[in-house]
């Protein structure tokens, strides 16, 4: 079948899905892309389905679930206003998120930022408290409660998990696959992609089902004994997943002994798992571009039409201590990179056939010269289109003139992680990278333009208060030249060199089977590994309370995803309007009055006495401002109104933090709050930022 054609109407070879439950919204992710492309160049019929997606187009396309599921919700008091405050919003505006999410067309008041954001909110709330979104102690759990879900009518899980059910079977209905493959990239999937192997096994008992994706890869000796794992999937995929199917397809047929397969563990319901002894020999440059044909390429959470694909398989550096996809390539012949050639023509196939306006060049940590080379040929074909990649603070970067062709030839976005300002302690995770350059670098990606995103990552080593104070120090330095896009802190992943050498980097690690993650401060724990101790370090709660810091400390002045956003231009009047303060605020749809008498913790006294405080609860940024009623009242138009000049500036913070509009004068409501937007501080000056009920 030629590539680009979906597969339909008649049986499939491969049906590849995608599992919830995981953030990555925001482009389809490229397991299935690369996969539907190598196969379909070879000839077989595939068809690919994003089921993260599809849960919120489902939401989108009916709403009336989200108020279903609001409704059967516990009582929780301010958690019951929140949640029917956030079904309301959503409500309110749902033709908005329709037109951005699914078509791509202008949302009208809310903007493109904020019809992301909202969208977010809805499918988190739809799935609370689901099966979908547990967490585990162990793979034991995890699995026993896949098992136990498969054993019950859908229904019984919720709603999310009875229109899930419902997916997957119009999915097999309708392609009637001889190999259903899940790919599992992210831990919160795995339970999920377990539920659903143990219903295309009693709806399809004839299909032949694997496992393959990062998870796989990196826990396919911990998977392969689990009781539901081996009731439920016929291998586990531990390597890129293009020549294991393509040759499992092969012996299916009868072409070729199932010996020949390279890739997999087999596992029999009667006899022991066996690992096949072939190696893959397909290489990453003789790979074709990702194929989207089959997916929602249109309709995915991002402000514009974006994909994404690689450059490389693995990393070119492969030594930072807990990246366990890195580590990988530390063998020899692991590290597989793209020719200029190869790069190109990919950039230019994709965005011919997706209309794509940004290309996301999705690599752990990418080769940035070979980028440029790429990216200035896709430009000499007369193709123009923005692109981000991912790198360390790299010292290619500190120089100026390299950065300036990075912008040249499209770079508009660079995300990078840090771990702090310490070269003792990066010397110790051996990143390769030297603190001297630092500002250096921040400073030459700022003059080219290029938006720098951060991930912040904590609980390094034994890093001294001293030390700590020093990293933070740098990021509040520049914080209107960053974004933050995510606080985290170290995890042992299976598989990285934290966890094959704990002793090596002063650390004591749990191996019993316990799991570890960032329940707090990552999406349903983010990376999972081993409980982890820092001998003769901070605990973990005090490298917790140092990131908490960093969050209240540090105010990106760019775009990222922790913090509101405010107009980019204009500082000088927006710093003269917070001076003089703002007499009046008409909060925006989305911005809601906490009814006196909902207990929201973390505010003295919400009630509505003369020293209570009238609690405003931003709903798409999840943020609370607490206001002094001696000092703003709530008037009956509905506008929040100064008492005083303390209250003409919390107002005025409050439109800073884009919760409202100005109403001083009639001419001046909504002046110079349009256009180019970028983050501020989560609190409103003088106020208090409270916390989400939940």
């Not at 402000?303 to 492969?318: D, N, R």
């Amino acid at each position: 079948m030629p590539s680009g054609q979906e597969a339909g109407g008649e049986g499939v070879d491969v049906l590849l899905i995608f599992p919830p439950q995981t953030e990555a919204r925001f482009f389809p992710y490229l397991s299935l892309p690369y996969l539907s492309g190598h196969l379909r160049r070879r000839g077989r019929r595939v068809h690919q389905a994003d089921l993260n997606i599809a849960l919120l187009h489902d939401l989108l396309r009916h709403p009336e679930l989200l108020g279903d599921v609001v409704r059967d919700q516990p009582d929780t008091g301010a958690g019951t206003w929140y949640r029917r405050a956030m079904a309301d919003v959503v409500a309110g505006h749902i033709d908005e998120l329709r037109a951005h999410v699914l078509r791509k067309e202008p949302p009208g008041a809310l903007g493109p930022a904020r019809a992301v954001r909202l969208a977010h909110h809805a499918i988190e709330l739809l799935v609370r408290d689901t099966f979908l979104v547990r967490t585990w102690r162990d793979l034991a759990q995890l699995d026993g409660a896949a098992r136990q879900a498969a054993l019950l009518p859908p229904a019984a899980s919720g709603l999310p998990i009875e229109r899930l059910y419902d997916m997957v079977e119009a999915l097999l209905t309708r392609h009637s696959p001889r190999v259903v493959g899940l790919s599992v990239a992210f831990f919160s999937q795995l339970a999920p992609a377990l539920l659903i192997a143990a219903w295309v096994r009693r709806l399809r008992p004839d299909a032949k089902i694997c496992l393959g994706g990062q998870q796989v890869m990196i826990r396919h000796e911990e998977l392969a004994p689990l009781p539901g794992v081996r009731a439920a999937v016929d291998a586990l995929c531990w390597t890129a997943g293009e020549q294991p199917l393509e040759r499992w397809l092969d012996t299916l047929d009868g072409d070729a002994p199932q010996d020949a397969v390279p890739g997999m563990i087999w596992l029999p319901r009667a006899a022991p798992a066996r690992r096949s002894e072939q190696p893959v020999t397909l290489r990453f440059h003789d790979l074709g571009p990702p194929d989207f044909a089959g997916l929602p390429v249109r309709s995915y959470l991002n402000e514009t039409m974006e994909v994404a694909l690689i450059s490389c398989v693995g990393c070119y550096w492969g030594r930072c201590a807990f990246c366990s996809y890195g580590n990988r390539s530390l063998a020899p012949g692991a590290y597989q990179q793209g020719t200029v050639r190869q790069i190109a023509d990919a950039v230019q196939t994709v965005v011919r056939d997706t209309g794509a306006e940004f290309v996301s060049i999705s690599d752990e940590n990418t080769n940035l010269r070979l980028i440029v080379k790429a990216m200035r040929e896709v430009r000499e074909r007369g193709v123009k289109v923005g692109f981000g990649v991912r790198s360390r603070l790299d010292a290619t970067l500190a120089d100026p003139a390299f950065c300036r062709s990075l912008a040249e030839v499209g770079c508009e976005l660079m995300s990078v992680g840090y771990e702090g300002t310490s070269q003792r302690l990066l010397d110790l995770m051996d990143r390769g990278v030297r603190a001297a350059d630092y500002q250096r670098i921040v400073e030459n990606v700022a003059s080219a333009g290029i938006v720098l995103r951060f991930s912040v990552m904590g609980y390094v080593f034994d890093e001294t208060d001293a030390e700590f104070e020093e990293s933070l120090r740098f990021l509040a330095a520049n914080q209107e030249r960053i974004g933050i896009d995510a606080l985290e802190l170290m995890v042992s992943e299976p598989g990285s060199r934290l966890a094959r050498d704990p002793d090596g980097f002063g650390l004591s690690l749990d191996t019993s089977g316990a799991l570890a993650g960032n329940p707090e401060l990552s999406y349903l724990s983010g990376r999972v590994g081993h409980p982890l101790t820092v001998l003769d370090g901070p605990t973990r709660a005090e490298a917790l309370d140092r990131l908490v810091r960093v969050f209240h400390t540090v105010r990106p002045g760019k775009a990222s995803a922790i913090l509101p956003r405010r107009p980019a231009s204009g500082a000088a009047s927006r710093a003269a309007v917070v001076r003089a303060g703002v007499a009046a605020v008409r909060p925006y749809p989305w911005v809601r009055i906490v009814p006196a008498g909902v207990d929201v913790a973390g505010v003295p006294d919400a009630s509505g006495d003369r020293d209570g405080r009238i609690v405003v609860a931003d709903l798409v940024w999840e943020r609370f401002y607490a206001l002094p009623r001696r000092d703003v009242e709530q008037r009956a138009d509905g506008l929040l109104g100064a008492r005083t000049a303390h209250g003409r500036r919390l107002l005025a913070g409050l439109v800073e933090v884009t919760a409202g509009t100005d109403q001083t004068g009639a001419d001046q409501a909504g002046a110079g709050r349009s256009g180019a937007v970028r983050w501020e501080a989560p609190t409103v000056a003088g106020g208090e930022a409270v916390r989400r009920p939940i």
